[in-house]
């Protein structure tokens, strides 16, 4: 990250400065968590309404 910005920087002879402060880590839900809400999703509402998804960052933004 450093390297692009200052490159973009260079070519516009601007100076830059990167004030980075980690941030709260993602979530990651927990396995025994996930296996009680899905045994009761798939009680109250059939095997069929609960499925896999792949990871994405899509929910991060509200987490």
């Known amino acids: 990250m450093h ?3 200052e490159e973009v920087a260079t ?3 601007a ?3 990167i004030n980075y402060i ?3 880590p993602p ?3 927990e396995p ?3 296996e009680l809400l899905r045994r009761a999703m798939s009680a109250r509402r ?3 309404a609960v499925e896999d998804t792949e990871q994405n960052l899509g ?3 509200f987490s």
């Open 27 to 29: 979530v990651v839900n």
């Open 32 to 34: 025994d968590v996930t």
């Open 59 to 61: 929910g991060e933004d």
């Open 22 to 24: 980690r941030g709260v």
């Open 11 to 13: 070519l516009h002879r």
């Open 46 to 48: 059939g095997a069929d």
């Open 15 to 17: 100076k830059f400065e």
């Open 3 to 5: 390297a692009a910005i």
